[in-house]
């Protein structure tokens, strides 16, 4: 590995290692804490709260995949705009809701933590690496 390489990786790897951990945080309370869960970011239960643990288990499933970019960013460069691109859906949908009052500020700001800020970061990634990939 030439020493081009070693930084934009390794700060991938981190990156996506830090990302795969959050999505764990987050949403393991749906499975193990759930009427705790929900009253730290709504104030009414939601009325079908399979949905919830729909969403928990798919940002679950997004997690893994982040933790396998993460082992190799380099080979596993074509999933890197599947992050971002599963950030920005989550994102817009809930920033619409939140315009429409549909969802507390609460919620909204725990939205701006697990997934707004991860876009930036993600796209980063993804360019690093593609220069790093255009450099061999």
């Given at each position: 590995?030439?020493?081009?390489?070693?930084?934009?990786?390794?700060?991938?790897?981190?990156?996506?290692?830090?990302?795969?951990?959050?999505?764990?945080v987050v949403?393991?309370?749906?499975?193990?804490?759930?009427d705790?869960?929900?009253?730290?970011?709504?104030?009414?239960?939601?009325?079908?709260?399979?949905?919830?643990?729909?969403?928990?288990?798919?940002?679950?499933?997004?997690?893994?995949?982040?933790?396998?970019?993460?082992?190799?960013?380099?080979?596993?460069?074509?999933?890197?705009?599947?992050?971002?691109?599963?950030?920005?859906?989550?994102?817009g949908?809930?920033?619409?809701?939140?315009?429409?009052e549909?969802?507390?500020?609460?919620?909204?700001?725990?939205?701006?933590?697990?997934?707004?800020?991860?876009?930036?970061?993600?796209?980063?990634?993804?360019a690093?690496?593609?220069?790093?990939?255009?450099?061999?």
């Amino acid at each position: 590995m030439t020493a081009t390489r070693a930084p934009a990786t390794g700060g991938a790897r981190r990156v996506f290692q830090a990302a795969a951990i959050s999505n764990l945080v987050v949403t393991m309370p749906a499975f193990v804490a759930y009427d705790r869960a929900v009253a730290l970011l709504a104030d009414d239960k939601p009325r079908y709260p399979f949905l919830v643990q729909i969403w928990a288990g798919m940002a679950l499933l997004w997690g893994v995949m982040f933790w396998e970019i993460s082992r190799d960013p380099t080979g596993r460069y074509p999933m890197i705009k599947y992050a971002w691109l599963e950030k920005m859906v989550t994102s817009g949908a809930v920033t619409v809701a939140w315009r429409k009052e549909q969802v507390p500020n609460r919620f909204m700001v725990s939205i701006v933590f697990t997934d707004i800020v991860w876009i930036p970061l993600f796209l980063l990634v993804q360019a690093r690496l593609r220069a790093t990939r255009e450099r061999r």
